[in-house]
Every structure is written in C-alpha cells, then in structure tokens.
C-alpha cells in the first residue's frame, strides 16, 4: 500500500519560514519524481515545486527564490522549504509522487497570517 504522509504545517507569521516534509511508503522512492502541489481556498490545486530522480529541482515562479524542495532518498522523504512567506501562500499542500502512476498524500494546511 503507498502512503505519502505531510507533515509540518500550521500557522505562520507573514515574512516566517516553515519546512514541509513528506514521508513516503510502499513505493521504491528513489525511481520517482517528487512533487509538491497547493491548493487556496475557492482556487484550483497548482503545481509548486518539482524534484527528479536525479535531484534536479524546479519550482513555480510564484515560490522562485521563496522556496526550495529537496529530498532524503535513504529516507523516502522529501521535503518543502518555504521562506518569506506571505498571505497568499496559504493553502493546502500535497506531495505528489511521481512516475508511470502518480500518488498523493492527504495535504497539510499551511496557514500564513497575523
């Protein structure tokens, strides 16, 4: 069975930091690409940031500078650095795993507010 859990979500000041993680299970982590998604309330789910097998990373130009994914591959784990955050940032975030199937974890709530 895969699982892809996020973890580290929860209330932040405008211009803080906080760090997602995503510990996935019942996949061989290190064939697929990773991936972290958002969605804001009202709005469609987007794309955010993107890792590869290789440890290529790609992120959205809304996060670009903000944001940094990076991944543990002796860990399953990948994670999602966010700094200087702002109100816009709040939403929901879900890991991705990607490759022939893709699979999803539950999402965490980010909260961005004073």
């Known amino acids: 069975q895969v699982r892809l859990v996020e973890s580290g979500g929860g209330l932040v000041q405008p211009g803080g930091s906080m760090s997602l993680s995503c510990a996935a299970s019942?996949?061989?982590?290190?064939?697929?690409?990773m991936n972290w998604h958002r969605q804001a309330p009202g709005k469609q789910r987007e794309w955010v940031a993107s890792?590869?097998?290789?440890?290529?990373?790609n992120v959205a130009d809304f996060v670009k500078g903000r944001f940094t994914i990076s991944r543990d591959d002796a860990k399953n784990t990948v994670y999602l650095q966010m700094n200087s955050l702002n109100p816009e940032d709040t939403a929901v975030y879900y890991c991705?795993?990607?490759?022939?199937?893709?699979?999803w974890g539950q999402g965490t709530q980010v909260t961005v507010s004073s």
């Open positions: 019942g996949i061989i982590f290190e064939l697929y690409t």
């Open positions: 890792i590869t097998r290789g440890g290529t990373t």
């Open positions: 991705q795993a990607s490759r022939r199937t893709n699979y």
